[in-house]
């Protein structure tokens, strides 16, 4: 072979590349994630927050028992659509619901019932340009409507997150657990969900006596079999049935098992972030004075 | 050394059965050790998916729960069979082509201890909880180390093999074994020491490092050294060379330059130039899968009818079929509207059986059955086990792959259907799941079959060559002592 050499280091600059591509240029880019306030404005927290040193710990025994094998942690989402929400209807009432009349067919309105019940959607699932020129449009007639961000996709309507998940949801971690297979559902919210911590542990302990005909196998190993004695532990799960265990026995978790539940309820990654954007509702108001919550004032 | 005078001037007639008889002592722990590993890896597999008709099956036992056999499973098809066999089989290729003797065969035998040393305390270190949570990547540090030097000594000696040769011309396999040579300790070590050593990477872009890895390993690796044996393969038994070396180079190429790029999923959560990026190196193979196609059956032309082959024949011939296949149904899975259903289920495990097994492990394994008569001189104990073996691997890769394709596209429309409750979804999906415990069954029968031919040819090997040999030094020793 002639070039022999030449085509050696041709190979090895080809292969090289990728190296380049995707181990270089990531780290370069992501490599070193701090935790940072992009939150989007209003929110001013730290994201994403570290997880307690309990979840650190059942982090450990969810990578250990390969829990990602069968459960990602990334809520996919399809698009960005766009509410529209009045939230002031003005003084000329009659003409901006005339005006929304005629820029929302089929619609009723008139002069009384678009100033009642602000802020009220006065269009959902919208795409953006279509939104935005609504709000520009109901302007002259006094109406100021704000856009509220609604993420949305099949994961986000089965209740696994509110927006799509990003690099920055995995900051906390000392080990990223993406996953690459559902045989369960996603779980990068699952502490959103705020189930009732023994529902968990009983799930852990037996899936389908919480969730009839779960192909999820059974965790038994994190729960030990306890003589009762003075006293039953608090900690002891409530089972019934079959699973019930003999009389003067109790089932209780391990630190393993209690490990694990704080990292399932640590879970949790639908804050608002510059790059996956959502509008949270407001909390509901309240007429209590606002020196009586220990929020800081400014 | 005082005999190289002598050795260099016999060298030039090397014969065919010097070279084998050189590989002998390599091969037999490369191929005895591989064989353990896909039995191993079998049981494993069985068990995991076993788990899918019983969730409560072995549910007291922390070692055998399913995140960690299965795994175990994986890994030990890789690593222990994969790996190991393919470097067995690109050694003899390597010095059958060169036309010399292998560099060293006790180092490269010394070499293949530590790797399945360290693979053992790699599973041991699995089954006990130590999984590093990166899939392709699960045997923890203190495994990976001795992984790692193995592999070097292999590599080495058999990089020295092919220096050695006398025909210096290098054909088409010997270009995809010189790169695979090479890359897989790049990729290995950039992956586990970014990823494993004191201070990893953080974050995200750890994912992004072990999918980069998976990519290169699966199809990189595996395809670069499956293709070039069955090259080989094909070149000796059509006597004839490749229909056209051109596009050889020309597949030789597109997978250093394509399929390196693949791995990351277009769902990852990460920048969106990644996933892109990735899904289009993905796509591109397609040109790899049809240019070894249109190279293989231009090679053949009507000699590849299949029914008159032997068994090592048919085990290539399935391995070709197969790596065609599965690597248009990865490039399928990641165009983006295919991706959006396909994503995240068992589609991409179908996948990776198909290329893993159906391609690379029943490529290998046909070399096994080729060679090992070959390298020893001894026919094998069961003469008919290789073709029924190769009638259950078809039939049990038949059975995994095709469930774990469809089922997986209907559960990525099922997971889409938002109607549909969450345990619905899994439950259906597990249905799928249920019939290919038939399949790993299926192979693990075949696979037995495999290694019981091997210790059955090891123990007459033991009987022809050993025992004579030992008789005759106890027969010398025995008059000696008589004499005075």
């Known amino acids: ?298 | 050394m005082t005999a190289s005078s002598t050795t260099s001037s016999a060298s030039d007639s090397i014969s065919i059965a010097e070279i084998d008889a050189s590989c002998r002592v390599p091969l037999f722990q490369l191929f005895v050790s591989s064989a353990v590993w896909l039995v191993l890896a079998s049981v494993f597999a069985l068990l995991a998916s076993l788990k899918f008709h019983s969730p409560t099956f072995l549910d007291n036992c922390a070692a055998l729960t399913y995140g960690r056999v299965h795994p175990v499973a994986t890994n030990a098809l890789i690593y222990g069979f994969g790996v190991q066999a393919g470097l067995g089989v690109a050694l003899w290729v390597i010095a059958r082509l060169g036309m010399t003797r292998v560099a060293q065969p006790w180092l490269i035998a010394v070499g293949a201890k530590l790797w399945n040393f360290g693979l053992l305390i790699g599973v041991i270190g699995i089954l006990a909880g130590d999984n590093t949570g990166f899939e392709n990547l699960e045997i923890p540090r203190y495994g990976v180390v001795f992984l790692f030097l193995g592999y070097l000594l292999m590599a080495i000696f058999i990089l020295a093999t092919l220096n050695y040769r006398k025909e210096r011309l290098l054909g088409p396999s010997q270009w995809f074994l010189l790169a695979a040579l090479f890359w897989f300790p790049w990729i290995y070590f950039t992956a586990n020491y970014l990823l494993l050593s004191h201070t990893p990477v953080r974050g995200i872009t750890q994912s992004i490092i072990a999918w980069w890895y998976s990519g290169n390993l699966n199809l990189v690796w595996f395809g670069l050294v499956g293709l070039g044996i069955i090259f080989h393969f094909i070149q000796q038994w059509m006597n004839r060379p490749l229909y056209s070396r051109h596009l050889a180079a020309f597949t030789f190429w597109t997978i250093l330059l394509f399929a390196s790029w693949s791995g990351v999923p277009s769902s990852a959560p990460v920048p969106a130039w990644i996933p892109s990026l990735s899904t289009v190196g993905t796509v591109l193979t397609v040109i790899t899968a049809l240019s070894v196609m249109i190279n293989i059956r231009k090679t053949c032309g009507h000699g590849c009818s299949q029914t008159e082959n032997p068994a090592p024949g048919k085990f290539i011939a399935f391995g070709t079929m197969a790596f065609v296949i599965a690597w248009l149904l990865n490039a399928l899975g990641s165009v983006p509207g295919v991706n959006s259903v396909t994503n995240l289920t068992w589609y991409g495990v179908g996948v990776w059986q198909l290329n893993i097994f159906g391609f690379f492990a029943m490529t290998v394994i046909g070399a096994i059955y080729q060679i090992v008569p070959q390298v020893t001189g001894i026919e094998w104990p069961c003469l008919k086990s290789p073709k029924r073996h190769y009638w259950l691997a078809a039939f049990g890769v038949i059975l995994i792959v095709a469930p774990l394709v469809i089922g997986g596209i209907v559960e990525g429309f099922n997971w889409r259907n938002v109607k549909m409750a969450d345990v619905d979804v899994a439950r259906n999906a597990a249905n799928f799941i249920k019939v290919t415990t038939i399949g790993e069954l299926a192979l693990l029968v075949g696979n037995l079959m495999l290694l019981g031919n091997l210790i059955g040819l090891s123990v007459r090997y033991y009987k022809l060559h050993f025992v004579p040999a030992y008789k005759g030094a106890v027969a010398e020793i025995k008059p000696a002592e008589v004499k005075p």
């Open chain 1, 1 to 298: 072979m002639r070039h022999g050499p030449l085509v050696f280091l041709a190979a090895f600059f080809a292969l090289a590349v990728s190296w380049f591509g995707f181990v270089l240029t990531p780290q370069v880019q992501i490599g070193r994630p701090v935790q940072e306030t992009n939150t989007v404005p209003g929110m001013k927290s730290l994201y994403p927050v570290g997880r307690p040193g309990l979840a650190r710990q059942g982090a450990e025994v969810y990578r250990a028992n390969g829990c990602a094998y069968c459960h990602s942690q990334q809520v996919q989402q399809n698009n960005t659509l766009v509410n529209v929400v009045l939230t002031d209807a003005g003084t000329n009432t009659m003409a901006l619901a005339s005006l929304m009349n005629e820029l929302l067919p089929g619609r009723n309105y008139n002069g009384p019932s678009v100033g009642a019940g602000l802020p009220k959607t006065i269009l959902t699932n919208a795409p953006i340009d279509k939104a935005t020129v609504l709000a520009k449009n109901l302007k002259p007639a006094g109406g100021i409507a704000q856009l509220h961000l609604v993420p949305v996709g099949p994961d986000i309507e089965r209740g696994w997150g509110m927006r799509r998940s990003v690099a920055e949801d995995f900051v906390a971690d000392a080990t990223a657990l993406p996953g690459s297979l559902r045989v369960g559902p996603d779980l990068a919210n699952e502490g959103a969900r705020h189930r009732d911590a023994n529902w968990q542990l009983v799930h852990l302990y037996s899936p389908a006596a919480v969730t009839p005909k779960s192909p999820m196998p059974a965790y038994k190993f994190l729960f030990e079999k306890k003589k009762i004695g003075n006293d039953a532990s608090p900690d002891a799960l409530p089972l019934t049935g079959d699973l019930k265990p003999a009389d003067g026995y109790e089932i209780v978790p391990k630190t393993e098992a209690k490990a694990l539940l704080a990292y399932l309820e640590s879970l949790n990654s639908d804050t608002p972030l510059y790059e996956a954007p959502l509008t949270v509702a407001p909390p509901p108001k309240t007429n209590a004075p606002a020196a009586a919550t220990n929020a800081p004032t400014k």
